[in-house]
């Protein structure tokens, strides 16, 4: 079946669906009180608010890694090297365009026991596209994902971190859970590394999602510094998936 006629019975669907709701209020109130995890661009409404995991003592103090992939490769070698040598696991949201442009690297990051995720197609905020259009930023992302690695994707990330009820709808849909952040480590600002650890540490708490990119400048600087000052600490760095599955 081709990507269009993919789309079309996607749509229907969607359509069919505009009145239920995403998560029962019951499971949302439950899911809100263990994590507190929000969407900052969303900060002043509070209607889009995001789930986090319960406790489990064979982690200490869980917390996920993730890397949002769209541009470059400069750095995602270096990465992949530091959370080694700590023997930390992580999330890579990559876009579709940047799973078309680096399938060896895509491969790599599977082979050494991390988890892809999806960024959408070409990068751009949500916002810009009507309904049809997200769906085919979902989908596109995720047959290309699917074609690179031969696994079907299960987290979505939304460009700039922007998403709303239609975009959540789209995405369980397809089969995924959108995933924001509570921590950006604003490596993009090219903040220096001390700053960017020190910012972290005064920040984390168990079950936190950290955000980074996987070209910036000081990023690995950053995990260098990071990672052994919150390991002491008791902290363990899992995937995505791997948090979710603690209960």
Known sequence: MSLSTHSIYFMRSIRSMQKLIILPLVSLFCLLQWAKIFNPSFSQNNDLLFPAISQNTSYALPAALTFDCSWNDACTSSILDTLDLYSAKATFFISAYWARRYPERVKEILERGHEIGSHSDLHRPFPSFD???KA???????????????????WFRPPYGIIDQETLRLCRAAGMYCVLWDI?????????????????????HPYSILLFQNGALNTVSALEELLPLLSQKGYQFCTISQLMQIH
């Not at 085919?136 to 696994?151: E, N, V």
């Not at 950006?184 to 540490?201: F, G």
């Open 136 to 154: 085919q930023q979902l989908l596109s992302a995720k047959k290309s994902i699917r074609d690179t690695t031969g696994q079907e994707v299960l």
């Open 131 to 133: 309904l049809d259009q």
């Open 184 to 204: 950006d480590s604003q490596d993009w600002k090219n903040v220096p590394p001390k700053k960017i650890a020190e910012n972290i540490i005064g920040s984390i």
